[in-house]
């Protein structure tokens, strides 16, 4: 079966603007998570959905990082007003509740600020 | 954000030497999971651990989950070129949420 996917692969914008960056987790995971991880470093926790249980938002860095995940399924991470410290690739996972919660990650999206 | 402690660093070692890494924490974890990441892609899931003590193999790594569920351990025995990239480890706090908790990574290098 597909994995997680993500899209775009790489995203280049100019500070200020906004963006928006997508992840299909695998089919009939319930749990889907967004990860920051800047260069070099380990893995950041931004935001987890399980369910319709309302999602933990506790590692979001600021307001201007949002989050949805519609229908149980594709998730949508915004950046609005990017910033150079934005600068980062953003990964998504996603876990089954069957079993063992193992979490399966994408490709990632790497997002340059200029 | 918390992260769990995870060393070495970094680590330069020959073909077929064995390699050793782990994670170490304060808090108490009930899943730990093991990751490799190469360049540019995501992190892909090694091996996963649920009970305390517990060694699980997956061909030439074994990791086993800590008898204190603070920390784990990797290890990969006769390295190969292909076993480059930076591991993980993750942590699965008992607070009962889904949200794991993940190390600083080993970055590996294997000398031909």
């Known amino acids: 079966g597909a994995g997680v996917s993500q899209s775009p692969s790489n995203k280049v914008t100019e500070k200020g603007k906004d963006v928006e960056l997508r992840c299909d987790p695998i089919?009939?995971?319930?749990?889907l998570y967004w990860y920051r991880q800047s260069l070099g470093q380990g893995l950041e926790f931004l935001i987890y959905?399980?369910?319709?249980?309302?999602?933990?938002k506790s590692g979001l860095p600021s307001d201007r990082f949002s989050a949805e995940r519609t229908g149980g399924s594709v998730s949508t991470l915004t950046i609005q007003r990017t910033q150079q410290e934005d600068s980062a690739v953003y990964l998504c996972?996603?876990?089954?509740?069957?079993?063992?919660?193992?979490?399966?990650f994408g490709p990632g999206t790497r997002l340059t600020v200029t | 954000g918390q992260q769990l402690n995870q060393s070495p660093q970094s680590m330069f070692i020959q073909e077929g030497e064995d390699v050793s890494m782990n994670c170490t924490s304060s808090?108490?974890?009930?899943?730990w999971l093991w990751y490799k990441q190469e360049p540019g892609e995501g992190p892909v899931l090694l091996i996963a651990?649920?009970?305390?003590?517990e060694l699980t193999s997956n061909g030439r790594l074994t990791a086993q989950f800590g008898i204190t569920r603070k920390d784990s351990f990797l290890n990969i025995s006769a390295s190969i070129p292909s076993d480059v990239g930076i591991y993980f480890c993750?942590?699965?706090?008992?607070?009962?949420?889904?949200?794991?908790?993940f190390g600083t990574g080993t970055r590996l290098k294997v000398l031909a």
């Open positions: 996972a996603s876990s089954s509740r069957d079993g063992a919660y193992e979490q399966y």
């Open positions: 651990l649920y009970k305390a003590g």
């Open positions: 993750a942590g699965q706090l008992t607070s009962g949420t889904y949200k794991y908790i």
């Open positions: 959905f399980q369910g319709n249980s309302a999602p933990d």
């Open positions: 808090s108490i974890f009930n899943t």
């Open positions: 089919s009939g995971h319930t749990a």
